[in-house]
């Protein structure tokens, strides 16, 4: 992974980035429009499962607000940090009920897990999720962000994610809606970068980059 102090971009990138754009086209075009850009990766698994958490079915920019609160209330998000704040104190910063629980569950899993969480770098995308799935509050879609954004995996493209899916019926389809089938043909055409892919469609959709 290439650093610049705390941020982390996926050594993959430049190279998915040529591959993309004589691949696809229209992708190109795109690619070419955030010149400079890469997707940013934190390097610390707690917080970007619990930023995936925050960003449950909420804007780019609801989600970055909750967690600015969040972060400077708690001083630093850790397990230790979430598992010891009152329920009340949580939803004060913008968390609903639910994200409250679920963000209790990911901090006692990540106090009790200690060597699980270890082997996660070398274990494959669909055994993280099988694992990652099992904790309450976390499912497909929050386990394919911290593939992307946690791990760097470089082939993730979350189905069940609405930014994705409105980007390539924007770009793609006119903004009309498309059959399943021809999404994945889509995706199939930027294997074996489909992360990056999907970042670029977000990307071109928000003027906040994602980032969990």
């Known amino acids: 992974m290439a650093r610049k102090s705390s941020i982390i971009t996926p050594d993959y990138w430049d190279e998915a980035k040529a591959f993309l754009s004589k691949k696809d086209k229209r992708l190109k ?17 707690f917080v970007t499962l619990a930023r995936s958490i925050t960003g449950q079915q909420i804007s780019v920019k609801a989600a970055d607000s909750v967690w600015n609160k969040l972060a400077a209330g708690l001083a630093k998000v850790t397990p230790e940090k979430i598992a010891n704040a009152p329920a009340e104190e949580l939803r004060s910063y913008g968390l609903s009920g639910s994200k409250v629980i679920y963000m209790h569950a990911l901090a006692m899993y990540f106090m009790e897990n200690k060597k699980i969480i270890k082997t996660w770098p070398a274990l494959p995308d669909e055994e993280i999720i099988r694992q990652l799935t099992g904790i309450k509050g976390i499912g497909v ?24 899916l409105k980007g390539i019926y924007r770009h793609y389809n006119n903004s009309e809606k498309m059959e399943k089938t021809a999404i994945i043909a889509i995706g199939e055409a930027w294997r074996p970068y489909r992360s990056l892919g999907t970042w670029y469609m977000w990307r071109a959709l928000d003027p906040v980059p994602v980032s969990y």
């Open 141 to 164: 879609w929050t386990a394919e962000m911290f593939l992307i954004f946690g791990l760097g995996r470089p082939d993730i493209f979350p189905l069940l994610d609405l930014g994705l």
């Open 29 to 45: 075009k795109i690619i070419d429009s955030y010149e400079g850009e890469a997707m940013v990766m934190r390097g610390e698994p």
